[in-house]
């Protein structure tokens, strides 16, 4: 048996594909926003929910003031977050093992660590450290 390499070979004939068809998904969203209306009709007819309050106060200037002491402290969180982060991965990458042992250890902690029990801890320390003061090292404390 030979073959012919000269001749090229002939197409495949053509497929005529018939896209799936999902009537599940049509009737899946539409009980879904079913769903989402009544629950914003149920919140919005809900005396329990305290809308005359919720409008007295949330323009008040205390409300807005906190508001953007949040915006505020996320967005430099997020910077000091990014600038940790470069520093730690180029430290990570370096060839020195003293700084890719920090940056190990500062990751593995971090990572390795829940939330909530970092919270916790951080939320302890004031109670723990009642007063933290920068100095020399072991140097002779002044009483006053």
Do not use: C
Request: proline fraction near 7%; hydrophobic fraction near 55%; glycine fraction near 6%.
């Amino acid at each position: 048996m030979s073959l012919d390499v000269s001749s090229p070979p002939a197409s495949p004939a053509a497929i005529d594909a018939v896209p799936l068809r999902h009537p599940w998904r049509w009737v899946a969203a539409i009980v879904i926003l079913v769903l989402v209306a009544l629950f914003i009709y149920g919140a919005a007819t809900n005396d329990a929910y305290g809308w005359a309050t919720f409008g007295k106060y949330i323009l008040d200037e205390r409300i807005v003031h906190g508001v953007w002491i949040t915006i505020q402290l996320t967005i430099w969180s997020m910077l000091l977050a990014i600038v940790m982060a470069v520093i730690l991965a180029v430290m990570r990458l370096s060839p020195n093992p003293v700084f890719r042992s920090v940056s190990w250890v500062y990751l593995w902690v971090f990572r390795g660590t829940p939330v909530f029990v970092q919270l916790v801890f951080w939320g302890l320390i004031p109670t723990i450290y009642k007063n933290i003061q920068l100095g020399i090292p072991f140097g002779r404390r002044s009483s006053t």
